[in-house]
């Protein structure tokens, strides 16, 4: 590395000299680097955009789906027994009573002692209509319990402290309800069963005479799909008959279709976040500034389609979405009447349904093609915006390299001239001396 040392000849502070015409020859490269940033931040908003407007995609099409505004509901008259429902859920209802609730088998050994150990080289495990023979590595109990855990005979062990240095080995099924029945048999054959495998069951119409008392079973206490789509778990046995009944969600409905305007109104809200021109005061004065997205064509475009997705009549005939809680603000909003819904909702169900579920579907569309990361509106100015940068860089970096070269010429350039002034500065030092010498000579 060399050594710098400024004016030693002409006095000159010649780092701080070069620093300034560097400075002003690095301008281009400035004010590039300044539109970078700025393209940056434009492409940072865009992305954030984007990324709402795909959502909104996602959750239009998620609602336009057929069958999507089909919610039901499932209730019970009791709350030993929970209801669940699915997609293809439909309405309706039924009486039954539970009688009995699913258990898990357990089988446990006779007290064994741990010194003693496993009394037993063998034992075999029926399980699934499958004999596995189990045949412990040694007489320790944590043999035992190895060797049944790793058969894969339906059965878990585990060793129990029963006191006074005694254990039993527990065997447990790993399916509740009669699919995990199993059968242990031994030399001593001394296994007893402490909870017997029970399939829960439930009996329909149960006041009836008429019909058939015939339990229905399951190995769970859950019965699925006793109704279409409508699932029921059993916590306890009922002593009296149980009613379920399913009927339309107008709460999940409603729920939908007022985050679906929501949806909407966090793109609008995020825009003109962007949008709006803000006003600063300090000792200078005031001063305005624009937001990112002001005079953006593009975006104001993706914001009013979405806007008339959301807006337009709906229908047929055709008329506005107001008409069931869905309408446009004087600030070029959305807004959702809740109560408004719910009234068009019991005075015409499909009806309802099927215009929220035409908005979804143009919002979706809208959405789409604004968002879609092939083709998307959004997406393809994005791509260019990142392209610009991506040249930018290149001819930053271009600049190093030339602003690099460029000081090197001026400090060449400048150490000559120091060079040279200083053995300018030496010669005029020895004419001096010289002429003070002949000035001398002539005086004796």
Same mark, same amino acid.
Not at 162 to 172: L, N, P
Not at 341 to 362: S, Y
Not at 435 to 444: D, V, Y
């Given at each position: 590395m060399g050594i710098s040392l400024d004016g030693l000849a002409s006095g000159l502070d010649t780092t701080a000299l070069i620093g300034s015409i560097m400075q002003s020859e690095a301008l281009p490269q400035t004010q590039l680097k300044y539109k970078s940033e700025d393209i940056q931040s434009v492409v940072s908003a865009l992305q954030g955009l984007n990324g709402k407007v795909a959502a909104l995609a996602t959750q239009g099409t998620a609602a336009a789906k057929p069958g999507a505004l089909d919610l039901y509901k499932a209730t019970t008259s009791s709350d030993k027994v929970v209801a669940t429902t699915t997609a293809v859920a439909k309405a309706g209802s039924i009486d039954f009573q539970v009688t009995k609730l699913a258990q898990t088998q357990v089988t446990v050994t006779p007290k064994v002692n741990a010194v003693t150990g496993w009394p037993y080289t063998t034992m075999t495990i029926n399980s699934g209509g499958k004999d596995y023979v189990i045949e412990p590595l040694g007489s320790n109990l944590d043999d035992v319990v190895t060797a049944v855990n790793a058969t894969g005979a339906g059965v878990t062990a585990s060793k129990v402290a029963?006191?006074? /240095?005694?254990? =039993?080995?527990?065997?447990?099924a790993t399916k509740s309800g009669e699919a995990g029945e199993f059968t242990i048999t031994d030399p001593a054959g001394a296994f007893t069963d402490v909870t017997a495998p029970q399939d829960a069951e439930i009996v329909l119409w149960p006041t009836s005479s008429l019909v058939d008392k015939t339990p229905i079973k399951s190995s769970t206490n859950t019965f699925t799909d006793l109704l279409p789509g409508v699932s029921i778990t059993a916590k306890e046995v009922t002593t009296v008959p149980v009613t379920l009944n399913v009927v339309r969600d107008d709460a999940g409905i409603t729920k939908l279709a007022s985050e679906l305007v929501s949806g909407v109104n966090g793109i609008f809200s995020f825009v003109a976040s962007r949008t709006a021109v803000s006003t600063t005061t300090n000792t200078s004065g005031t001063s305005t500034s624009a937001g990112i997205f002001a005079g953006d064509s593009l975006v104001r475009s993706v914001n009013q389609s979405i806007l008339s997705a959301a807006s337009l009549p709906v229908g047929n005939p055709a008329t506005s979405p107001s008409e069931i809680g869905i309408s446009i603000t004087k600030t070029g909003t959305m807004e959702f009447d809740g109560t408004k819904?719910?009234?068009? #909702?019991?005075?015409?169900?499909? /009806?309802?349904?099927?215009?929220?579920?035409?908005?979804?579907? =143009?919002i979706a569309s809208a959405a789409t093609a604004a968002s879609d990361k092939y083709t998307g509106t959004l997406t393809t100015k994005i791509t260019g915006q990142q392209s610009e940068v991506r040249d930018l860089a290149d001819r930053i970096s271009d600049w190093d390299a030339r602003l690099a070269s460029r000081k090197a010429t001026l400090q060449r350039t400048y150490s000559g001239l120091e060079t040279a002034l200083s053995g300018m500065k030496a010669q005029q030092s020895w004419l001096t001396a010289q #002429? $003070?010498?002949? $000035?001398? $000579?002539? $005086?004796?």
């Open positions: 029963v006191g006074g /240095g005694d254990f =039993r080995i527990q065997f447990t819904f719910a009234a068009a #909702l019991a005075k015409d169900p499909a /009806g309802t349904a099927a215009k929220v579920q035409e908005i979804a579907g =143009r #002429l $003070s010498g002949l $000035s001398g $000579s002539t $005086s004796a």
